[in-house]
């Protein structure tokens, strides 16, 4: 791309929110030679609500993005298989290889050995990852303005021209052809543009979900747990599920979703509804027996899954949470951000040259949709299926431990599935 012969902009692309879809945008359009500018609302590094699981795909996109060393280093735990214990204490297991294709290679290099690695998941707090993310972007180029909040957007025409940002108790008004929305589920620019056109309904194209009944999320570290090395332990119980993981430090991310309606009753009081809710699963009690919780709890309403507008305007394009907010017990909620944000920024270097030359922003907006739709509308659909069967009754969700334990190639079709395409075939043959 070409800089500074565009007087009227400020950078060639403005993206808010410096999380992971954020950051892959930023890094790869400064490295393809853009003027890009990443506004976050936070001081990193900072925690954040998550599971912490990163899947082992995301290190090859750490590694195109120039990340993986300093996230080897960071001291995160290995994560090689995913045990997911139905609330009597069933177990199926799920290999962090079926997930890892093509993330054989970069583990071998984080190893510094080039045989016999194993594609592993990483457990690293959101602080680490973030912070290392976004320092890379720094180093390649990026403007990062942290404690710097987008509050409005700057619209002409009715094509976005920009956002102005609160910081330090002052507004700054920057332009650019191309805005991101990465501000995660917040949504913060797309949700301007849907109330500046009085959009009532603003799920894409009737597919995002509004939850049965709303969810909160939970989070915390805790030392001693009695998690085996390597080890991710997902539990089901009434009303949701949680995850448990080792992260760096010697301590481990727990991390649950519960009903509004079980929080409710315990006056939100998070180690009163791990206790109550969480532990009513046999193996979470016997994991958390002795757990100590070591950091603040995070907590966060769900309101709902699904997929947004890709393009609410011309000129502004969604990434990672802010397109699409997928089921997080499928651990894949990263990979998408890391993905979308890698895509966005494909198709934006690919349309550059069209977009300076007649300013016309339908071409790219075709193309992202499309290529956004065919690398994640099955995985999506797969996902929300597998939601329905996570807050399933118990007795169904034996049942299909059992079904899912009696064959080796299903678990590993379903556990692709929430990846990447999926042949049919490969869920039919046994
Ligand atoms: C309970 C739960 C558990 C999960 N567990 C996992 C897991 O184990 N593995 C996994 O892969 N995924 C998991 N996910 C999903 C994962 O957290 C998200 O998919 C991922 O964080 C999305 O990245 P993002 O960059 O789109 O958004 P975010 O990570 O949310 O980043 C958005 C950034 O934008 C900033 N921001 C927001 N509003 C503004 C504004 N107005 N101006 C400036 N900045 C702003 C925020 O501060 C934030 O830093 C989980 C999600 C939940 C809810």
């Known amino acids: 791309m070409n800089k ?251 991390c649950f979703i519960v009903s509004a309606r079980d929080v409710r009753a315990r006056h939100s009081d998070a180690e009163r509804v791990l206790r109550e809710v969480v532990l009513t699963n046999r193996r979470a009690a016997e994991t958390l027996v002795a757990a100590r919780v070591r950091s603040e709890w995070l907590a966060v309403a769900l309101e709902s899954f699904g997929r947004w507008r890709l393009v609410p305007a011309k000129g502004l394009l969604t990434v990672g949470d802010s397109a699409a907010f997928i089921d997080p017990f499928t651990g894949s909620g990263m990979l998408m951000a890391l993905e979308s944000g890698a895509l966005a920024a494909e198709v934006i270097t690919r349309a550059w040259p069209t977009l300076r030359a007649t300013s016309d922003f339908n071409a790219l907006a075709a193309d992202y949709r499309a290529h956004y739709r065919a690398r994640f509308a099955a995985r999506l659909r797969v996902c929300s299926l597998l939601r329905r069967a996570a807050f399933a009754p118990a007795p169904l969700m034996t049942a299909a431990a059992l079904a899912l334990n009696a064959s080796t190639r299903v678990r590993r079709a379903m556990a692709r599935a929430t990846r990447s395409v999926v042949k049919p075939t490969e869920l039919g043959e046994h």
């Open 4 to 254: 500074r012969d565009d007087n009227t902009n400020d950078y060639d692309v403005l993206i808010v929110g410096g999380g992971p879809a954020g950051a892959s945008a930023a890094i790869r359009l400064a490295v393809a030679g853009a003027r890009v500018l990443v506004a976050e609302q936070k001081k990193f590094p900072r925690a954040k609500l998550c599971g912490e699981f990163i899947s082992p795909e995301c290190l090859a996109h750490f590694a195109e993005l120039g990340v993986l060393e300093q996230m080897s280093a960071a001291g995160g735990a290995r994560v090689s298989t995913t045990d997911f214990y139905t609330r009597g204490g069933r177990k199926v297991s799920v290999p962090s290889a079926w997930f890892g294709q093509g993330a054989r290679m970069v583990n071998a290099q984080a190893d510094g050995n080039a045989t016999g690695a194993q594609p592993d998941a990483l457990g690293l707090s959101r602080a680490e990852m973030d912070q290392r993310l976004l320092l890379r972007a720094r180093a390649v180029g990026v403007e990062v303005l942290e404690e710097a909040q987008g509050c409005g957007l700057i619209i002409e025409d009715k094509r976005v021209r920009g956002v102005e940002l609160q910081r330090d108790g002052a507004t700054i008004s920057l332009r650019a052809p191309v805005t991101i929305d990465a501000t995660g589920r917040a949504r913060a620019l797309a949700r301007r543009v849907e109330r500046a056109r009085r959009d009532e309904d603003a799920h894409a194209n009737g597919h995002a979900v509004r939850g049965r009944a709303p969810l909160v999320a939970f989070k915390a570290h805790l030392s001693d747990v009695q998690l085996a090395a390597g080890a991710c332990e997902i539990y089901f119980y009434r009303g949701g599920y949680g995850g448990l993981s080792r992260v760096e430090n010697g301590l481990s991310n727990l």
